[in-house]
């Protein structure tokens, strides 16, 4: 393990004091990792996001470096939680060219954005974009279906000439619902909500969507096809893997049955689903077959107009800002909220240490990575950038990372996957106090709901359980219950919550852990 860790052996120290970077705020640490989260989050508005994507110079604009021309000739479909705003921002720039559009958003969205002053996301009064609100409660129902129904008549009547605008965003796929006959919608959605509740991955449960949907898995497109497809995409999936996005509507996808089959069987559920399912699957080869003098791929344009990545260096600008050092860990951190909160545990240890930290720390940090989607790579990279920051006092540090983690659900409280990483957080950094209460650790949905309740995250410190415990709160029977959310409620200071309210976007999760400058033992004997 010495042979692996030598290279992060830091740098001789500089043992100068005023080398440290200063801070330049006088807010608290709290305060500021809700500033670095809100910045985030405004980097990936849906308005912002359209706004730097499309330039137009009159008939002529420029997509992710293609020139298309415009000529009474645009057509505009979407689906998605952000979509509404991102279609408003579309119409702004390009009215005089819609002929028509149809986009399916949540239930509820344009009373919900009225209600909170965001009318610039919403549609003209006039507007020839036709706006269906379905799937509550983010499942799909026959509000959604119609709207993939008209979304589908729409491109299957574009010619040549035509461009069809594609705006997608987080939450996609039950706004498309589409299933291939004979399957009812009740009878996809059964299958996909067994999948889920016996712990499929999203990659699974999007194969088996796309096996069973008419327009995912490039549906769409085939059915716009020959048509020039131009899909702009705010990506809620780590890794922005273009296929997986709402389920790859825009991206040709050769479905095969037998993977399908492959992860019903991997959770014993292929021999209770419906006979209209086994039908479809028990039909050999890829569902989408090349078009007749050629495919559908050169017509189609993808662009990932928004992502985590986006939003952490957006982030990190901030906290340089704030008076930290900003470091990315990773924009794909994944796996048990458990293992999670022990990395940043462990993350912290390793920069907060007085002198060089014990090689254990940094050996179990590794052997943590391919359980929280971590590469070695990254890790090593991030222990060298703290160790460097903490002999030679570069002050306080910002790691910051982006990712969607998980939670076993054992008890039946409220909470989300943000609020509980918060606060098992919290229970392994007890302890490790630093001035000013520091470390301070942030998680956050950047859709500004974590789980069925009004906050996106918590903000949490070393000094929680301290705090926890002058109340008589136990936090352990309250992560035994999933019940984060009621925890933070009940805390008498009340501000441990996150709650940004309607952020109208979503790129997955952003992780704030904000580590003060640990003391530096300062030899001045030459």
């Not at 296929?243 to 992860?263: C, F, M, Q, R, Y």
């Not at 659900?409 to 409220?414: A, T």
Request: hydrophobic letters at 40%; proline letters at 6%; charged letters at 20%.
């Amino acid at each position: 393990m010495a042979r692996v860790l030598s290279f992060l052996r830091p740098k001789p120290l500089l043992a100068l004091v005023e080398r440290r970077k200063p801070l330049f705020s006088k807010m608290s640490l709290d305060s500021r990792a809700r500033e670095v989260f809100a910045k985030a989050v405004r980097a990936v508005h849906p308005d912002t996001v359209v706004r730097q994507s499309i330039e137009r110079k009159e008939d002529l604009i420029t997509i992710d470096g293609h020139k298309l021309a415009l000529n009474n000739n645009l057509y505009l479909v979407g689906f998605g939680k952000a979509v509404l705003g991102m279609a408003a921002e579309v119409e702004r720039i390009l009215s005089d060219h819609i002929v028509k559009g149809v986009i399916s958003v949540p239930h509820g969205i344009q009373e919900t954005l009225r209600q909170h002053g965001k009318n610039h996301l919403l549609l003209k009064e006039n507007s020839c974009i036709e706006v269906i609100e379905g799937a509550k409660h983010n499942l799909p129902d026959t509000d959604a279906q119609e709207a993939a129904d008209k979304i589908k008549q729409l491109a299957s009547g574009l010619t040549e000439k035509d461009l069809l605008l594609v705006l997608i965003s987080g939450g996609g796929s039950a706004l498309l619902p589409a299933p291939v006959p004979p399957i009812s919608l009740k009878e996809k959605l059964d299958v996909t909500r067994r999948l889920a509740g016996a712990g499929a991955t999203i990659q699974e449960l999007n194969t088996v969507r796309r096996a069973l949907s008419l327009l995912k898995g490039g549906g769409l497109a085939h059915f716009a096809h020959p048509a020039q497809v131009v899909a702009l995409i705010l990506s809620d999936v780590i890794g922005d893997p273009l296929d997986l996005i709402a389920s790859g509507p825009t991206v040709k996808t050769e479905v095969w049955p037998e993977e399908v089959l492959s992860v019903l069987e991997q959770y014993n559920l292929l021999d209770s689903v419906p006979a209209s399912v086994k039908e479809v699957l028990g039909k050999p080869g890829p569902r989408w077959q090349k078009q007749p003098g050629g495919g559908q791929e050169a017509n189609v344009i993808n662009a990932v107009i928004g992502s985590n990545s986006i939003a952490l260096k957006s982030a990190g600008r901030r906290a340089s800002e704030l008076g930290f050092r900003p470091v990315v860990l990773s924009l794909g951190v994944s796996g048990d909220v458990k293992l999670v909160s022990r990395l940043y545990s462990l993350l912290a240890q390793f920069a907060c240490s007085r002198e060089e930290p014990p090689p254990e720390i940094a050996a179990e940090v590794l052997r943590l990575g391919p359980d929280v989607g971590v590469e070695t790579w990254d890790l090593c990279r991030t222990m060298q950038v703290l160790d460097e920051g903490r002999s030679e006092g570069w002050g306080a540090t910002c790691l910051l990372a982006g990712g969607e983690p998980t939670v076993e659900l054992k008890g039946k409280g409220r909470g989300g996957r943000n609020q509980e990483l918060a606060l098992r957080v919290a229970v392994e950094l007890q302890g490790m106090d630093l001035p000013p209460k520091g470390p301070v650790f942030l998680s956050g949905g950047t859709d500004g709901q974590d789980g069925p309740t009004e906050a996106a995250g918590a903000v949490t410190d070393s000094g929680l359980c301290e705090e926890a415990k002058s109340q008589g709160l136990d936090i352990n029977t309250f992560l035994d219950n999933n019940d984060s959310f009621t925890f933070f409620s009940k805390l008498s200071s009340g501000q441990r919550l996150l709650v940004p309210g309607l952020t109208c976007t979503n790129v997955m999760d952003v992780h704030v852990l904000l580590i003060p400058s640990p003391p530096i033992n300062i030899n001045y004997g030459i």
